[in-house]
């Protein structure tokens, strides 16, 4: 998994133009359109192993585990600009690390605007 630390919250905002509030933007190319696809929980990996212990995030469905002890929270968004990307949130021991995963590009027939 090929994940991108988020080191500079402007790496992933931008002030938008029609609301002058910050705005998600492409990863790739910085293009502020874009909608949620998904959003679901990665369990922790050693309660997934062990089969017990853990469940998804409320208001969320589990698909897939994540390496980390805690649990994942996972927002995908396909960008009218044709990228695909992943929002993370990984929390582990207090701490909520926010990072990126560009993940392979839509096909022309998966219109997000549709």
Known sequence: MNLTPVRDIE???????LMGEPALVCPVCKYDYSHI?????????????????????P?????????????????TFDGECEHAWELRIQQHKGVNYIS?????????DDDPVA
């Open 59 to 75: 208001g969320t469905v589990a698909a897939g585990v994540t390496h980390s002890r805690r649990q994942c929270l996972v927002i």
């Open 100 to 108: 990126t995963r560009v993940l392979e590009q839509r096909s022309a």
């Open 37 to 57: 696809r998904e959003v679901h929980t990665e369990l922790s990996g050693a309660d997934a192993q062990l089969n017990e212990g853990s469940s998804p995030y």
């Open 11 to 17: 790496g992933i905002f931008m002030s938008s133009d």
